[in-house]
């Protein structure tokens, strides 16, 4: 029998990791985090992550480096960070975005 649950997940309540993003809903491939008004900061260290990531831009700028490439992130745009993809990201204006991650990323410590 396929699930039919139904998850409702209010970002005013959410659960929030160690960055401050937080959790929003989440299922057995894949889940959702927002970033909500994170502050202009020096680049943030490289990172390889054992998941998949794509992005949307609510406000704001910032810039994705990933594998040798720079990539201006602005509002309306959307990106892809492949599973074990070599990045980082440097907060150029205050900046709020919405990320899917598949597995789930806040899942046996991915986001750690």
């Known amino acids: 029998m396929p699930d039919k649950s139904i998850t409702k997940v209010s970002s005013e ?43 949307f831009v609510l406000e704001g700028k910032a810039e994705l480096y990933i594998e040798g490439q720079r990539v201006l992130l602005e509002p309306g745009d959307s990106w892809v960070v492949p599973k074990e993809a070599k990045h980082r990201y440097k907060i150029l204006d205050t900046f709020t975005a919405i990320e899917v991650t598949s597995p789930p990323a806040e899942v046996h410590a991915r986001d750690q």
């Open 13 to 55: 309540y959410a659960p929030k990791g160690a960055a401050g993003q937080k959790y929003l809903a989440a299922g057995v491939n894949l889940s959702m985090r927002l970033w909500q008004k994170e502050s202009l900061a020096e680049d943030k260290p490289e990172t390889v992550r054992d998941y998949e990531t794509i992005g």
